[in-house]
């Protein structure tokens, strides 16, 4: 609720704030939270608190207009797809294994 207020004040979108909020009480800031596995499922439901204030945001127009990407994140998905393919094909693990020992 802090958070929600002191970003109206400030004009900034209180996902912003959040964040910032996250970053100031989390491991690398304050480390407020010692328990490790509190700080994982904090987040988690930060990133699904963040997800759904934004799906809440998106009309229906702006919804519309995203599709016109859909060809570029499906070519991303293909090349992408298709490289990895390639290197483990064309044994990059065997050559990652000689730089970096997994033993």
Known sequence: ??????SSFLNISPILGY???GAI???HGLDVFSNAKADVE???FGILFLLFEEGLEVSSARLKKLTNYL???FA???????VITA??????PQ?????????
């Open 42 to 44: 904090l987040g988690d």
């Open 87 to 92: 290197a483990i094909l064309l044994g990059a």
């Open 95 to 103: 050559f990652l294994e000689r730089l970096l020992p997994l033993e």
């Open 71 to 73: 060809p570029l994140g």
């Open 1 to 6: 609720v802090v958070v929600t207020v002191l």
């Open 19 to 21: 964040l910032v909020a």
């Open 25 to 27: 009480l989390g491991p």
């Open 76 to 82: 991303q998905i293909s090349l992408t797809t298709g």
